[in-house]
């Protein structure tokens, strides 16, 4: 399995602002995803971020809005930029090797937009 | 696009007793993943199942790949408090979906001690 870590935990943040939210991950892995969980919810695929290419973004999710950096095979940033309160959410970021169909979920990102 | 619906959303038993939940989908799927999530915390892989008619355990937890591959089950044995949590069911069709995984709804689990 791989452990996955993401900074900050939480934040609270003002409407108009950005966040940038990082995710490293204890081994190599060759596929990285965002989701997103609102309260109450399931999870949403936002993107799967490449690594030394542009992300793929899912269909309502759009490059300006959250832009997606992979520099290398275990680390992804994930910003949510001009934040409203609607951007209020649980951030997920999730990792799995191609050789395998296992896919891992780091602790999220507890995101409030006041 | 696909879907996946869960039942039951939510359930509210007494310690001691089995558990039963499901997901059935209008595709067919090559890997069923069952997670439970804690609040405040991320998804935890419980089991993973890779071919039909697959009867998998991990301690008191079983899951099966149906047959037709468009459904699965986790069924939890004499549950305990520390079963409370989410279950969510996820499914793989790596061929046309990117390998991207399609999640059901959850189910929310309640146990009374």
């Known amino acids: 399995s791989a452990v996955i870590s993401q900074k900050p935990s939480r934040d609270i943040c003002q409407r108009g602002t950005s966040l940038t939210i990082q995710c490293q991950v204890d081994?190599?892995?060759?596929?990285m995803f965002w989701y997103r969980q609102q309260p109450g919810q399931s999870l949403t695929l936002i993107a799967t971020?490449?690594?030394?290419?542009?992300?793929?973004?899912e269909s309502g999710f759009v490059i300006d809005k959250f832009p997606i950096s992979r520099p290398n095979l275990t680390f992804s940033t994930l910003t949510v930029s001009n934040m409203s309160p609607e951007d209020s959410s649980i951030y997920l970021c999730?990792?799995?090797?191609?050789?395998?169909?296992?896919?891992?979920f780091g602790p999220g990102t507890r995101l409030t937009v006041l | 696009g696909q879907q996946l619906n869960q039942s039951p959303q939510s359930m509210f038993i007494q310690e001691g007793e089995d558990v039963s939940m499901n997901c059935t989908s209008s595709?067919?799927?090559?890997?069923w993943l069952w997670y439970k999530q804690d609040p405040g915390e991320g998804p935890v892989l419980l089991i993973a199942?890779?071919?039909?008619?697959e009867l998998t355990s991990n301690g008191r937890l079983t899951a099966q790949f149906g047959i037709t591959r468009k459904d699965s089950f986790l069924n939890i044995s004499a549950s305990i408090p520390s079963d409370v949590g989410i279950y969510f069911c996820?499914?793989?069709?790596?061929?046309?979906?990117?390998?991207?995984?399609?999640f059901g709804e959850g189910t929310q689990l309640t146990v009374n001690p």
């Open positions: 999730s990792c799995r090797q191609e050789i395998y169909n296992e896919q891992f």
């Open positions: 081994s190599q892995v060759t596929m």
């Open positions: 971020a490449n690594q030394g290419s542009e992300a793929t973004y």
């Open positions: 595709s067919i799927f090559n890997t």
């Open positions: 199942l890779y071919k039909a008619g």
């Open positions: 996820a499914g793989q069709l790596k061929e046309t979906s990117g390998s991207r995984l399609t």
